[in-house]
């Protein structure tokens, strides 16, 4: 089992940067790959960014260049920092995990509210 609390989230001008936070109840090295996902009203879910327990990341076209995911392994923490943020930014960001051994379990945070305003 993961918990995923998310923090960081709130109102912001376009332009603006924001910084999220998900704090996992276990060690990441222990987890394959984290990621930030987005929904926004009326629309599907989306991938944002990913980060495997190797470092490498993933990033949605709309947010290369201007977001960056990274984590702290000593505080069992990963990070998405938004920079030039743009309205279509606007959505609920969910922080994600992927454990996998046999099976893979897929677990969630509970989302924080991320609105940019033009």
């Known amino acids: 089992q993961v918990q995923l609390v998310e923090s960081g989230g709130g109102l912001v001008q376009a332009g603006g940067s924001l910084r999220l936070s998900c704090a996992a109840s276990r060690s990441i090295f222990s987890i394959n790959a984290m990621g930030w996902f987005r929904q926004a009203p009326g629309k599907q879910r989306e991938l944002v960014a990913a980060i495997t327990s190797g470092s490498r990341t993933n990033y949605a076209d709309s947010v290369k260049g201007r977001f960056t995911i990274s984590s702290d392994n000593t505080k069992n923490t990963v990070y998405l920092q938004m920079n030039s943020l743009k309205p279509e930014d606007t959505a609920v960001y969910y922080c994600?995990?992927?454990?996998?051994?046999?099976?893979?379990?897929?677990?969630w945070g509970q989302g924080t509210q991320v609105t940019v305003s033009s």
């Open positions: 994600n995990a992927v454990v996998t051994h046999v099976t893979s379990s897929v677990y």
